[in-house]
């Protein structure tokens, strides 16, 4: 972790033309491209820590032209790129964002901030099961990510949790790759798509264990093993695996805007690709947005066209 930054007096004083809340691939590719616009701008990160939830990937497999990057490698080449182009940071949690005169007022612990226009890009959190070994073996065989981080457990035996969309998904996107996959849910019947369950259902590497739910994540340095338990039989059992797939739904971190800008009913912030909230002078990007593939090449994409969005706003050229 870095040193916490401040502002100084002057930043303090100033009146921005864009603040950045958040500082994952999709701020950090704003604060790029605002710097690039030559526009004032500061990034406000909640730990003084860039790279959002890449920093929780061991590997970035498909990120465009750097193969096999460290996720925590790459949330720090953005935040290099964005230092080098004059993005200034501050460390600070915003608990609150209110119109003021022309622009907009955003609070944090520590400081009052004024500014033109703010691109939300506070991103989402992964669901928890909450159960023993998932926080300690985060990275090191328990993912969020199957897109991201299939590709590691090629040959290998892996457990799928959830019986939503992403999960059937997830189970026939790594029963291309894996020995064997164990789609673990929690209820007799999946919540998510016919046809994918139709799909599910035909892969013979695939075993459905229903009514299932994992008590525990066991290993040393590695997942081993999974203790689950079938409720309906009151039966223990211990899986051995190499990686454990959560798939029980993502939190878009939206709580402090539901008041500012329109959410849909999973608390997404409605928006387009260019970013426009229901909010004059409002712009999300990243996983926070409405869309549908939530990947670091896509939130670094969100970046770039919330500032082109500004720009225009500034301008007063948006249509
Ligand atoms: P979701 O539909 O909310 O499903 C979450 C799943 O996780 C449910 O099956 C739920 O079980 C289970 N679950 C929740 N908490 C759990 C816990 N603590 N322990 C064990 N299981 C737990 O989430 P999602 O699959 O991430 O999908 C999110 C949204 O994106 C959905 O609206 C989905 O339709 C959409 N989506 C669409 C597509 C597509 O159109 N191709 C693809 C992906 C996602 P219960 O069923 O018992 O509640």
Known sequence: ??????????????IWDVVIVGSGPAGLSA?????????ETLVLEKQPMSGGQILNTTDVDNYPGIPDVGGFELGQKFRQHADKLGAVFCTGEVSEILPYKEGYQVKTDADSIHTKTVI???????????????DRLRGMGVSYCATCDGAFFRGREVAVVGGGDVALEDALFLARGCKKVY??????????AKVLQERVQKTANIEILYDTVVEEICGEMQVEEITACNKKMDKRMQIAVSGVFLAVGMQPNTSIVGQLVDLDDSGYVIAGEDGRTSAAGIFAAGDLRTKKLRQVVTAAADGAN????????????LR
Request: net charge positive.
């Open 120 to 134: 939300l890009a506070m991103g989402a959190s992964y669901r928890n099961i909450g159960v023993p070994g998932e």
């Open 31 to 39: 604060a790029i491209y605002a710097r690039r616009a030559r526009l």
């Open 1 to 14: 972790m870095k040193e916490t930054m401040r502002l100084n007096t002057q930043q303090k004083e100033k």
């Open 183 to 192: 789609l673990i849910h929690r209820r007799d019947s999946f919540r998510g």
């Open 306 to 317: 919330a500032v082109a969005s500004v720009e225009a706003y500034l301008n007063g050229t």
